[in-house]
């Protein structure tokens, strides 16, 4: 059974850095394309960061282009996030989210075209 599980959230000040970190388990994951969304309380869960199967092609949310980072480790078989220059703005429960068998240079910004999620994980950002 195909599992990913988040880690890595936590409180935090304006300005500071924090790595999420996605675990998979459950498959070899070969021709998945990977994403990172976020849902802050009462609005919807919206997109942040996506890195297709061959990890050449990626995409970022306005909001965090230049100060987010996706990335994977195939041998590991975890996807990260790195998040730099924190604002209020990006406190959210942040999920990962696994897309199988895509094209090499896919990848999606929609919920709807991933096909596993993780339980989430919170991250607060204080000013």
């Known amino acids: 059974q195909v599992q990913l599980v988040e880690s890595g959230g936590g409180l935090v000040q304006v300005g500071d850095s924090l790595r999420l970190s996605c675990a998979a388990s459950g498959g070899t994951f070969t021709r998945y394309a990977w994403g990172w969304f976020r849902q802050a309380p009462g609005k919807e869960r919206e997109f942040v960061a996506t890195l297709s199967w061959s990890g050449y092609a990626t995409s970022y949310a306005g909001s965090v282009k230049g100060r987010f980072t996706i990335s994977k480790d195939n041998f590991k078989n975890t996807v990260s996030l790195q998040m730099n220059d924190l604002k209020p703005e990006d406190t959210a429960v942040y999920y990962c989210?696994?897309?199988?068998?895509?094209?090499?240079?896919?990848?999606?910004?929609?919920?709807?075209?991933?096909?596993?999620w993780g339980q989430g994980t919170q991250v607060t950002v204080s000013s």
């Open positions: 989210a696994a897309a199988s068998f895509r094209d090499s240079g896919w990848y999606g910004v929609r919920i709807d075209e991933y096909n596993y």
